[in-house]
């Protein structure tokens, strides 16, 4: 439980280099559990691709991560955030594949990726039938990456990329973003210092 907690802390520190492996869902042995880091928010539930309510998750962490346990796996899940006076849906980032696959990465690694332009930047996409915009940038000294922008008041703790551990490779599909959308990548180095 103690490596869990210091997870927790990291990812609210925004400095954990891994956040697929805490955040978004998880297969357990008797459960499922589903993870998100919503500082903004004070309460959090998890809702089907119909919005109903499954269950309210709970807060694990003060500076707002939450957890949910479910019995069985859910696709197509959704986020319900409670903000001050406001409630609004969301599709959590954490729960969608990465697009960019193995051969990607070793093609990559080897110089030969044809078309890089096609893989790296911000291009708009479908995934699983949710349309958003999927990032990928080449950092592989960097120990965290984030895609901040005012969709997430530029805070480079509420979505911080996967790392591919070969290849030097960071993404993340972000649901709901659109073309013209203002970003930018926030960098940490190997020694955590920011870029």
Avoid at 54 to 78: C, N, Q, T, W
Wanted: glycine share 10%.
């Amino acid at each position: 439980m103690a490596t869990l907690k210091s997870s927790y802390e990291s990812i609210a520190r925004g400095r954990h280099g891994d956040p697929f492996k805490i955040l978004g869902p998880h297969s357990a042995i008797k459960n499922w559990t589903v993870r998100s880091f919503q500082p903004q928010a004070q309460a959090v539930e998890l809702v089907d691709v119909n919005d109903e309510l499954l269950i309210k998750m709970r807060s694990v962490h003060e500076d707002g991560l939450f957890e949910a346990k479910l019995p069985l796996p859910v696709a197509g899940y959704r986020l319900r955030l409670y903000e001050n006076d406001h409630c609004y849906t969301l599709d959590d980032p954490y729960r969608f594949k990465s697009p960019f696959g193995d051969l990607d990465r070793h093609l990559m690694r080897e110089g030969k990726l044809r078309n890089l332009a096609d893989k790296l930047g911000a291009h708009v996409t479908e995934i699983d039938n949710v349309k958003g915009v999927h990032f990928a940038v080449w950092a592989p000294g960097a120990s965290r990456v984030s895609v901040i922008g005012l969709f997430n008041g530029w805070d480079g703790r509420r979505h911080p990329m996967r790392r591919h551990p070969t290849g030097g490779v960071w993404d993340i599909f972000i649901p709901g973003l659109c073309d013209g959308d203002y970003y930018k990548y926030e960098i940490l180095d190997a020694n955590g210092k920011l870029l």
